[in-house]
Structure formats: C-alpha cells, structure tokens
C-alpha cells in the first residue's frame, strides 16, 4: 500500500534477563562485582595536573599575546617616528627658507633709503636686544642647571662606590639642594607659561589678526569704469559688449552660491565643533602623512587615537569628513573666483580689440568717405573743364564755319 508508513524501527527487543541484571547492579551499588573502586585521590592528582598544565599554557598563550602587542607597538612606533622624522626635515627646510626670504628682506629695506627704514632698523635693534636677553636668561637658569648635573656625576662617582659613613649627612644636603633647585625651575617655567600665554592673547587680538590675515581676491562686479573710457563710434556695439560683463558675473555668481549651498554645513562653523587648538592639531597631523604614504590610514588614526583619546573613532571620521569638505570648498571657491577674475580680464581685452577694430573701421570707413567726396569733386572739376573746353570749342567750330561762309558770298 502505497504511502504506508514503515514502523519497523520502532519495534525493539525486550529480555527480561537484562531487566534483572540492571535490578543488580543498582541495588547492589559499589559491592557489585561488575565494578571497581574509584580512587578519587588520582582523579584529583590528574585533575590538578591537567589544570596546572592548561594554566601553564594559557599563562604561554597570554605571554605570546602581549609578546606580539608590544612588536605590533613597536612596529607601528618605528613607522611613526619615520614619518615624523621626514616631517621635521620638511618643516625645518621650511623653516629655513622663510628665515632666509625674512633675513634678506629686512636687510634690503634697511640698507635702502625707504619709508620703512628707520621701522626695520627699530626691528633689528629689538631682536638683537631679544638675543642678549636670551643668552642672559640662560646662563642664569640652564647652565647652573647643567653645572649642578655634572657635580651630582663626580660626586656620585667619588662617593658611590666608598664605605664612608658621612656620606648620608651629605646625600641629605644634596637633596635638599636638587629639590630646591627643581622648585626655582618650576616657578620660571610656571612665569614663563604665563607670559607665553599674555603674548598669545596680544597677538590675538582682532587688530594684528587682520593685519596678518591672508587677503582673499574679491571681484568687482558690474561694468568696469575703463570700459566706459574706451571709444567706440557704434554706441549700440558698445552697449551689447558691456553687457556682456553683467551677463559674466550673473554666470559665475551662481556657480558661487550653488557651491555654497551644495557645503553650507561647512560654513556654519570654521572649526566644525571642536576648538581652535584641536582643530589645528587634526589638520597639522592629517598633513603629516600624506596620501602615497604605505598603511596611512591605520598610522594615522593611531596617531589620532593617541592625540584626542577622548574622541571615538567615528567621531575622528566625522570630523576627517568634515575637513575634506571644508578644504575643497575653499578650493573650489578660490578656483570660481581664479575663473571670474580670469574670465573679466579676458572679456575687458576682448571689448578693447573689438572696440579698436570698430574705431579702425569708422576712420577707414571716413577715408573712404572722404576719398570718394575727393572723387566726386575731382570729377566735378574735370566735367567742368571739359564743359568749358566743349563750349569753346564748338564757338571756335561755329566762327570758321561763319568766316567760311562769307567768303564763298564774296567769291559768287
């Protein structure tokens, strides 16, 4: 029958011997002679064994661990101080070349006779007075700190290995010596943060920041006024030329405002919620690794990771993020800007020569005018004069014809 279910592997085979042999065993428990005494003493000596020997592993497990963290460390430390060593190279080139472009300026507006002389020798006289002061300030705190250094050595030296008994009273001099000596450098650096900090608030001031502060281009919209300056005898030419100016900035004043809306989250804040400093520090460390260097991704976050260790991850992303954007719509603002002021240049030369060809056609356009009214004139005089000479020769022609007349009369 089809579709029937097979119940054969339900059926089993029932001995009542093995019935009675299970009574056995369970009521006769450990006097069976079916089993033999457990010595729990080994299975706790082989339990401990077993034990020790997988503590002991997972302690070589746990060692090999920390034994490859501290090569990753120590690795990714190595790669890092490669990248900071080419970047103290960069910016201390830099450094350099900017030292020398401000060495030489000074210099030429000192020697010559300028304006600003007398303004730039106030600059030098201030900065070599800044360099004595700064040699003083040094032999009065960093040489004696290096002078009591190499005093420590010789005495260490002298007395360490010695088994004199005074010497306790003189380490206990010593001390007392070096803990003042630490306290009266930490008072000067302490005034010295405090003055670096007054500077920074001088030099922070919206006055010098505007001085300093990088000139952006700005565009002149509308018609430029030599434009009007320039002739042209077609006024309507003139007029459809300049136009085209105003046509020109509408065009690029929308390419302007459509890259400012596409970033507008980059333009509510500068800094994209973090402070000044941070910011500042994220984007001098982001510029340390560039783009073609190997494993930059997991260098840089690691050494980001190390610098704001109070930020997550996706927050450093967030801000990456953000800063790419800010960066190229500062880009992309300053090349619409390039393209306007390039573009305006362009069409105010394209208006001149077109203007100068239209005031070349005029003047040739007057030559010819004035060659033709010289033509005509000229024409005028010549039909004048053949007039004159027709009438008078046909007077000569009508008196000989008279003469002739009467003197065939006369013969008749």
Not at 193 to 203: A, P, R, V
């Amino acid at each position: 029958m089809s579709g029937a279910r097979d119940y054969k592997h339900l059926v089993t085979t029932h001995r009542e011997e093995e019935n009675e042999r299970q009574l056995v065993r369970r009521f006769a428990g450990s006097k069976s002679k079916t089993y033999k005494a457990v010595n729990y003493d080994k299975l706790r000596t082989l339990a401990a064994e077993k034990k020790f020997e997988g503590h002991r592993a997972l302690i070589r497990v746990k060692k090999l661990k920390q034994i490859s963290k501290d090569s990753k460390e120590q690795n990714i430390l190595k790669q890092h101080k490669k990248v900071w060593q080419k970047e103290c190279i960069r910016l201390n080139n830099l450094r350099k070349r900017f030292s020398g472009d401000v060495e030489i300026f000074v210099l030429q507006n000192t020697e010559d006779e300028t304006v600003c002389q007398s303004t730039f020798q106030e600059f030098e006289e201030y900065q070599s007075r800044l360099l004595d002061e700064l040699q003083a300030f040094k032999s009065d705190t960093v040489d004696p700190i290096w002078t009591l250094r190499e005093d420590l050595q010789y005495w260490l030296a002298t007395n360490l290995a010695s088994k004199n008994t005074g010497i306790k009273g003189e380490y206990q001099q010593i001390g007392e010596a070096v803990e003042s000596v630490k306290q009266q450098q930490y008072t000067i650096v302490e005034k010295l943060d405090n003055e670096q900090i007054s500077l920074e608030k001088e030099l922070g001031i919206d006055t010098l920041l505007n001085l300093i502060a990088p000139v952006e281009k700005s565009v002149d919209q509308g018609i430029p006024e030599e434009a009007f300056d320039i002739e042209c005898p077609d006024l309507e030419l003139k007029a459809s030329v300049l136009q085209e100016f105003i046509l020109l900035d509408e065009r690029h004043r929308q390419r302007l405002e459509d890259c400012e809306e596409k970033h507008s989250h980059v333009m509510r804040d500068d800094n994209g919620g973090w402070s000044d400093a941070d910011n500042w520090s994220f984007n001098v460390l982001c510029e340390a690794y560039p783009f073609d260097l190997h494993n930059r991704r997991t260098l840089l976050f690691d050494r980001l990771k190390r610098h704001f260790p109070d930020h997550t991850r996706d927050q450093l992303l967030e801000h990456e993020q953000f800063c790419i954007d800010r960066r190229y719509y500062l880009e992309r603002r300053k090349a619409i800007i390039h393209d306007w002021l390039r573009d305006r240049k362009e069409l105010f030369l394209k208006a001149k020569a077109i203007f100068a060809e239209a005031c070349i056609e005029a003047e040739l356009d007057e030559a010819k005018n004035e060659c033709k009214l010289q033509q005509s004139e000229r024409c005028a005089s010549l039909y004048n004069k053949v007039k004159l000479w027709r009438e008078k020769k046909m007077g000569t022609v009508i008196t000989g014809t008279r003469s002739v007349g009467s003197r065939e009369t006369k013969t008749r």
